[in-house]
């Protein structure tokens, strides 16, 4: 993210809003820009700056550098209802305070989420006017960076095309790994990592160190290959070894298999390599043994063909 920038994190989980948004977080306290977040939680519950990460809040809270602000201040009125003018006022001030204060950039954040599961929910053309107003004041700064906070399971499908269009950047989680040649990314729905490009013996090492490191969730990894153009025999081998340790009746589950990596598959014959399964979008396995239950894969590859990495 740099200052103009107006993201939108659509997040399925709070393991995944967390790593993205306490990375944001956390990239600010450390590198002399203000941090604004508007939420109700206290200081110390926000992502990136609990406990683990030894930040201290109230340091950072009183020198201005962390500024949480309650939404009653942030953008309610006086009888509990969201005001869109209200949130493009506090960024506005907020950014001219910092000026004067000293910070290079203001880094800014909220869940909207609470907008759709309380009664009286906005409307979406409200929320949608709202974005508007967010995306002009931070695309005209030299200052202000912001991520809007969606939980997507909480936005009708529409709705959320339509957010997502109010949007310069889609933010996902950072690659756990990319040299431009092989890039990694954790997944959340469902629990696995997404392979892009090529895996060749170069990059075994770090590919076995991020399966053996997603292994350990001790929930059922799906490998999404959708944009793999390459796997040798060499890592196939590796996939079979990392199978062969998994608890008996959770494969480790290949999604969304190109024609390309399939066909090097094929060569060996999936019969030999017990303990993989491919996920149900691409098929059963031939001899039927191992079909995987893989519901929440159709909503992985969506959310991975709407997003583009922009944290």
Partial sequence: MSPGDHGLLAYGSHEERDRVIGRFVREGLETNEKVVYVTDAPAERLPGIGPRHRVDVQAYSRTGQL?????????????????????????????????????????????????LSEPGRSDIAEMLGCEHGVGDAVSS???????????RHACPPDELAALRDMHEVLVEVNPEFDDGILKIVRTFEPNGLRLEGELDAARYAVFAEQLAQVCMTRRRVHLDFADLGFIDLGGLNLLARHAAVQPAGEPLVLDHLPPDVENVIEMVGWHRLPGLARGKEAGDWIDGSHAASTGSSKAASEEKAEHKPGH
């Fill in 67 to 115: 500024r949480v602000i309650a939404r009653r201040d942030a953008c309610l009125d006086r009888r509990g209802a969201f005001q869109p003018g209200r949130i493009v006022e506090t960024i506005g001030r907020e950014v001219d305070a910092a000026f004067g204060e000293g910070f290079r950039a203001v880094r800014l954040t909220t869940d909207y989420s609470w907008l």
């Fill in 141 to 151: 700064s030299t200052m202000a960076m912001a991520i809007c906070q969606i939980d």
